[in-house]
């Protein structure tokens, strides 16, 4: 039987690609392509990837100018008939530029780029990403400068209502406080997903929480996919 196929949409600047198709490979068991930005045709995928990094170097904003990639057009067509699609880091910030994901990401409220461990306490159990992971407060890293999540009022009760919001930035013990907020995100909000369920977007990096010298959460989050596929 052959392998499911899974493609992560690299960019000039990503630099999580390589890491996100070893994770991938390793705990899904399945075979990753890499598409170029400029390809516009994605074919015979079961689940695509944005990765982590710079694309385009961040410039004018972070994530904006990929969104004219013909990939990204593709991308769109995929969203548009319910495959999943998880976009992390940059791949967040492009989700939401191109107005798959709401909100948007803004610059860290201490204008410093971060790189740290974060706990995040997994606010919706249903949702096809996270309902497999065994655990309510999972430790990944986060590596960004605009990762500060804001929307509009608005906006905001309607990813409530909806149970939208994936992740949130907690304390170890799953308090969701000032204190656990790295970046001044609203409502310490870290990853949602869209009204159509099929789309994730989180700013922490499970591709770099699956080795024996930090957090193993990122094992859980790539194995509960498995069903996806």
Known sequence: MSKKNVSIIVFPGSNCDRDLSVSIQKYLNVKVSYVWHNDSKIEN?????????????????AGVIATKSPAIHEVIKYA???????GI???????????LLKGT???????????????????NKESIFSKNLKKKVVE???????????????????LEDNNQIIFKYSSKN???????????????????INKKKNILGMMPHPER???KFGSQDGILFFKGLGELL
């Open 45 to 61: 995928y079961e689940m695509i990837f944005l990765p982590g990094g710079f694309s385009f170097g961040d410039y004018l904003r």
């Open 174 to 192: 799953g308090n969701i406080n000032k204190e656990s907020n790295p970046n001044g995100s609203l409502n310490n909000i870290a990853g949602i």
């Open 80 to 86: 548009k008939k319910g495959f999943p699609i998880i």
């Open 89 to 99: 880091c940059n791949g967040f910030q492009i989700l939401t530029e191109c107005n």
């Open 140 to 158: 990944f890293p986060i590596a960004h400068a605009q990762g500060n999540f804001y929307t509009t009022p608005d906006s905001l009760k309607e």
């Open 209 to 211: 929480a699956v080795d």
């Open 105 to 123: 990401l803004l610059k860290n409220n201490n204008q410093l780029f971060k790189c740290e461990n974060t706990h995040l306490k997994v606010e």
